[in-house]
């Protein structure tokens, strides 16, 4: 019975929960357990507390039996990638740099969720800092794939996307800077959700790469990201780069919106390195989409080839400035060997952060030096442009980009032991966040071994109605995501 609780989507347990069938603190519990069970395999969560979370599950049944439900994720426990702001709960980035740090606030979401009466349920591991594609780099070990332990969840919301995966929580949120949450559920077998750059407050995400960087959702079924992404989306005056919008029933939308659908096919992401099974799989989602009607069309992203350079120049000099606050002199690790002012600084961020960390802040300082400005971070920008008209002069002709989410299924933990074959990883994500749209990974297969495959479709800006209506039409018609990992 527990089991079967926690491998709902959010959308059954809402009903049987509005129908008197289950308390909330009947689903509460049995994420508690299934947590106990399988978390020592997983190692998802960075830290949870049960007390907590039950006590928020029976102020939800005692909201629903006095008639003052507050809508469908009242009750439903969700994990937070542990760079999310909640109050009175820690905030590591899973680094020893914040090992011992308490948020003092919620963030924007965290105030969303709890008033939506969501029941916020432990705090998901991570890379550090988000800096990584493989949930390796954590200063607390490593989280393992539901499907394989011996391989790797995705990264750099690794944790958020095992954990719903290997039914700890009904849904999660993560943040996204080059794939972080489009590629974990590809690798999970789970829906995955980076919207639209400004559609979701950053206030209270430990910064990465700020103009890169997006809240996003991981959940069982496409029906449930459209709840989630309805409870924490809005414009937010304390996030200076949210978007003004009206925000849509996007659930009710997919019921409106039927297509048929022009979809783009971008020759540049099915050449070389794609895994046979993957492009396999993708090919049958293309045959899928056009026995419903849908147009399919093949069309040209000519600048793909500089996603990835452009990406790491843009996002380690971010990373290097937003990462300076971390000093050892206010909240953050101070070393114990530090006899003066520059020991403080220099001998703290040497023992707070991770090697992978290290890296992209160095690469970071360097490409915003002196002399170095122009050559390369000003001529990153300028490319990031033309990434982004790439897109938009791609929409004339389609509504919407369909591509595999990665070129490979999830690869052994330590296989990748260099650092550029790990970032390549990321190659068919990272175009999405330059170019600041809304993109969604959703199950679409396995291969013979038993590893999950996800397909990539990527929207127009502040489309998230049609993309969800496009991603619905596949997912609701297949039962890939009913199958569960064996642990």
């Known amino acids: 019975m527990a089991d079967e609780i926690t491998f709902s989507s959010l959308t059954d347990l809402a009903d049987r929960l509005a129908a008197g069938q289950l308390s909330a603190v009947e689903i509460t ?41 507050r809508g469908p994720l009242d009750g439903i426990p969700i994990a937070l990638k542990d760079v999310i702001a909640v109050k009175d709960q820690p905030l590591t980035a899973s680094s020893k740099m914040l090992e011992h740090f308490v948020s003092p606030y919620d963030a924007t979401v965290t105030e969303k969720l709890k008033n939506a009466g969501g029941v916020l349920w432990g ?63 590809a690798f999970c077998n789970v829906v995955g959700l980076k919207p639209t750059y400004g559609l979701v407050s950053r206030f209270g995400l430990a910064a990465f790469a700020s103009s890169l960087d997006q809240i996003g959702t991981f959940t069982r079924t496409v029906e449930d990201a459209a709840v989630l992404l309805g409870g924490i989306a809005g414009h937010d005056l304390r996030d200076s780069t949210s978007f003004k ?74 990373a290097s400035s937003n990462l300076a606050r971390y000093d050892g002199v206010r909240y953050t690790h101070r070393s114990a060997e530090a006899k003066t002012v520059e020991d403080v600084y220099f001998k703290s961020r040497e023992e707070g952060f991770g090697p992978e960390v290290k890296r992209r802040i160095i690469l970071g300082t360097y490409v915003l030096s ?3 400005y122009d050559a390369y971070y000003l001529r990153a920008q300028k490319v990031r442009t033309l990434i982004r008209q790439d897109f938009l002069n791609a929409y004339q002709d389609v509504d919407a980009i369909l591509t595999p989410t990665t070129p490979t299924p999830a690869f052994k933990a330590g296989e990748k032991a260099d650092p550029l074959a790990m970032y390549l990883s990321d190659i ?47 997912d609701s018609a297949h039962t890939w995501n009913e199958r569960r990992p064996e642990l």
């Open 123 to 185: 705090r998901a591991n991570l890379d550090e800092f988000a800096m990584g594609s493989s949930t390796e780099n954590s200063a607390f070990g490593r989280t393992a794939n539901p499907y394989d332990l011996d391989r790797v969840p995705g990264g750099s919301s690794g944790g958020s996307a095992a954990v719903v995966a290997a039914g700890e929580a009904i849904a999660s949120l993560g943040s996204d800077t080059g794939g972080s949450i489009r590629q974990p559920a």
């Open 370 to 372: 002196s002399g170095y």
């Open 428 to 474: 068919y994500t990272i175009g999405v966040n330059l170019a600041g749209l809304p993109g969604i990974s959703v199950p679409a297969g396995f291969t013979e071994a038993g590893l999950p495959i996800g397909m990539q479709l990527i929207g127009q800006p502040y489309q998230e109605c049609d993309l969800l209506a496009i991603a619905h039409a596949y």
């Open 29 to 69: 519990q049995a994420c508690i357990n299934r947590t106990g069970a399988v978390d020592e395999q997983v190692r998802g969560f960075n830290s949870t507390d049960a007390e907590d979370a039950l006590a928020q599950a029976r102020a939800a049944d005692e909201r629903r039996a006095a008639g003052q439900s």
């Open 245 to 318: 919008t009206d925000i849509p029933d996007y659930r009710a939308a997919l019921a409106e919106k039927k297509g048929p659908w022009k979809l783009g096919i971008p020759q540049e992401y099915f050449g070389e390195g794609l895994d046979p099974e993957v492009g396999a799989a993708i090919e049958k989602a293309i045959a899928f989409y056009r026995e419903q009607g849908c147009e399919i069309k093949e069309v040209s992203l000519p600048h793909t080839e500089y996603c990835l350079s452009t990406y790491y120049i843009i996002a380690t000099a971010e």
